[in-house]
């Protein structure tokens, strides 16, 4: 059997390389439609104002620097944890890669002005 520290490396190296070809990707079309932009800025939108009040208080124009940093470290362990599981089925990765897509993509889509082309950098990061 693979070694715990092996499936949480393979996780993410799988995340970040997602990851990074829907940023590659998007920057071809527009930088909004990055997923992690996308979700970093929905959850600035459904935050409360009280949260959104005390992240700019502290880390002043930090503030979104922060949040994408905060994403990605979520990403990353969740990436990392799915390659801990992946070693007993690989459904079980392909599953929570699944589960990004449709996040970043409803992070996409729900963004004002979003068209059709704005899910390309996700699905095409999903794929690989």
Do not use: H
Not at 83 to 96: A, E, F, I
């Amino acid at each position: 059997m693979v070694p715990v520290w092996a499936g949480a490396l393979a996780g993410l190296v799988s995340g970040a390389l997602a990851l990074g070809i829907a940023q590659l990707i998007a920057g071809f079309i527009r930088p909004e439609t990055s997923p992690v932009v996308a979700v970093g800025n929905a959850t600035v939108d459904l935050a409360p104002a009280p949260l959104k009040e005390f992240a700019i208080s502290n880390f002043g124009s930090n503030d979104k620097i922060v949040l994408v940093g905060g994403v990605l470290v979520v990403l990353a362990v969740i990436s990392a944890g799915l390659g801990v599981v992946s070693r007993r089925s690989l459904l079980y990765g392909r599953l929570g890669l699944a589960g990004f897509g449709v996040v970043g993509l409803a992070a996409v889509l729900t963004r004002p002005g979003a068209g059709v082309v704005d899910v390309v950098p996700t699905l095409v990061g999903v794929r690989f």
